[in-house]
């Protein structure tokens, strides 16, 4: 099966064309980021105008590079959340567009539960029950995956997901937008150990996440005792590498610390990792460090940061498992637990 799949749930318009849920064949991604770093986060309204502009185009790049014409598609698959409402809008609308005038079917997928899948996507067999960890600048948690589409929860975030921590800790660095692959890469320079940081607890939930104490924590350290954000940094750039470094390894050793607990505790027998921070090659490296023996799967290159190839991927999986697509009343939502997905 053909299935084109289309993202736009956030400040990528993205498509791609994929075969029978795995094969990619093109993987088109215009990213927004270039303006957004003015604004130090995504601009919503602005990021709804620049879909609209690209998206025809994006698609007819992804059908071009796969070598195909739309007579040759069998499915179109689309994020319908979560994300801001504007883009989302303009990504089910464009879906359901072309599935009338193609004659195709539709179906909306999950946005989150697609970054799982794009983990999955990078193996031949897959490992079940396994440990399900998505880490993006909106989400972080934890589930237990006895199939695709069968989740349980079992740990997230109380306050800051971990992408939107590594943004807000780049901002009081004076790093630009995404945060991410800046501080990534200032770390290089400086030594995880020079800051005792710790990332929070939350009482009674041993799997679950809290950023927001770590992430003050940093901001005081940067810009002074009570200062704010606006406050002027009082570290050199050597000094700002220890702190990049020390934030960066207190919070993924964190998240791989809890995740090998859920992992243990659950009986699973595999972990798939994906979203936007999974394409940290320190996380990667640290989490093989950590979790010796575990087959542990991360997404392929390119599948990491929001991408439609994830989208189509997952689409074709759902077409299959409800033996039919959506239908054209089908509503974006700004929302979506993982574990009704
Ligand atoms: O999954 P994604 O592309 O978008 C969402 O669905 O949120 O994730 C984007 C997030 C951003 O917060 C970005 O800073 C983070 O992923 N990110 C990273 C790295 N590369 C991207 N965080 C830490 N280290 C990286 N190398
Ligand atoms: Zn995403």
């Known amino acids: 099966m053909y299935v084109l799949g289309i993202e736009t749930t956030c400040d990528e318009t993205a498509a791609a064309v994929v075969v029978d849920g795995k094969k990619i064949l093109s993987n088109v991604i215009t990213s927004q980021s270039d ?107 934890m589930v237990l995956m006895h199939s695709v589409g069968h989740y349980e929860l079992i740990g997230t975030t109380v306050d800051d997901a971990i992408g939107e921590a590594f943004d ?15 501080i990534e890469s200032l770390a290089k320079q400086g030594d995880s150990a020079r800051y005792d940081f710790k990332a929070g607890q939350v009482k009674g ?3 679950y996440f809290s950023f927001s104490g770590l992430k003050t924590n940093v901001l005081y350290t940067v810009k002074g005792q009570n200062q704010n954000k606006a406050s002027a940094s009082i570290l050199d750039h050597s000094e700002k590498a220890h702190v990049a470094a020390s934030f960066q390894y207190t919070a993924f050793m964190d998240i791989i610390h809890k995740s090998l607990q859920a992992y243990h505790n659950f009986g699973c027998k595999a972990i798939y990792v994906g ?34 190839a994830m989208i189509a991927g997952l689409g074709y999986q759902k077409y299959l498992k409800a033996g039919g697509g959506d239908p054209f009343s089908l509503q974006p939502m700004t929302r979506i637990p993982i574990h009704s997905s």
């Open 35 to 141: 303006f957004h770093q003015k604004f130090g986060g995504v601009f919503p309204e602005q990021s709804s105008r620049q879909h609209v502009e690209l998206l025809i185009p994006v698609i007819e790049q992804a059908l071009s590079q796969a070598s195909l014409s739309h007579q040759q598609l069998n499915l179109i698959s689309v994020a319908k959340g979560p994300g801001l409402m504007g883009p989302l809008l303009i990504g089910l609308n464009a879906a359901k567009a072309l599935a009338l005038a193609w004659g195709l079917p539709f179906i909306g997928v999950n946005h989150v539960e697609a970054h799982l899948y794009a983990a999955l996507m990078s193996t031949e067999e897959w490992i079940f029950p396994a440990l399900g960890i998505v880490l993006s600048g909106g989400h972080t948690f």
């Open 275 to 308: 979203g936007g921070v999974s394409n940290s090659q320190t996380l990667r490296q640290l989490f093989k460090k950590e979790a010796k023996n575990i087959p542990i799967f991360w997404p392929d290159p390119g599948l990491s940061l929001d991408n439609a």
């Open 205 to 207: 939930k041993p799997l």
């Open 168 to 182: 807000k800790v780049a901002h009081f660095l004076g790093l630009g937008y995404p945060g991410g692959p800046a």
